[in-house]
């Protein structure tokens, strides 16, 4: 699903997009996406075009992080959302709310 679409299934089915607000739920994400089949897993991330700063959908400012190298810093990400790789590191990226990926709801 798109990044919204995924938030309206996890919002009317479960809680939200699963937030990482710590190395444990970092570790418990990682065990969930090695069996996805996308390259990548929608988050509850988002970038605030208005205040240049990742937030999480429970309005949280993103203090835990876990980015790919240079990935989510810097400008450009005006209308991305955070996704996880699903392999190799587990690293979080930006990308286009529009791109069609699992995902991860939170209870």
């Known amino acids: 699903m798109?990044?919204?679409?995924?938030?309206?299934?996890c919002r009317e089915n479960n809680v939200d997009l699963v937030s990482v607000y710590s190395?444990?739920?970092q570790n418990w994400v990682e065990r969930m996406v090695r069996s996805a089949t996308s390259s990548h897993v929608w988050l509850g991330l988002?970038?605030?075009c208005r205040l240049k700063l990742w937030?999480?959908?429970?309005?949280?400012?993103?203090?835990?992080?876990?980015w790919v190298p240079g990935n989510g810093s810097g400008a450009g990400?005006?209308?991305n959302t955070g996704a996880v790789q699903s392999g190799g590191g587990h690293q979080w990226v930006s990308l286009p709310e529009t791109q069609k990926l699992n995902?991860?709801?939170s209870k």
């Not at 937030?55 to 876990?66: K, L, M, P």
């Open 103 to 105: 995902f991860i709801c």
């Open 2 to 9: 798109t990044w919204n679409e995924a938030q309206s299934y």
């Open 77 to 79: 990400h005006c209308g």
């Open 55 to 66: 937030f999480w959908v429970t309005g949280s400012v993103a203090c835990y992080q876990n």
């Open 46 to 48: 988002r970038f605030s």
């Open 23 to 25: 190395e444990e739920i």
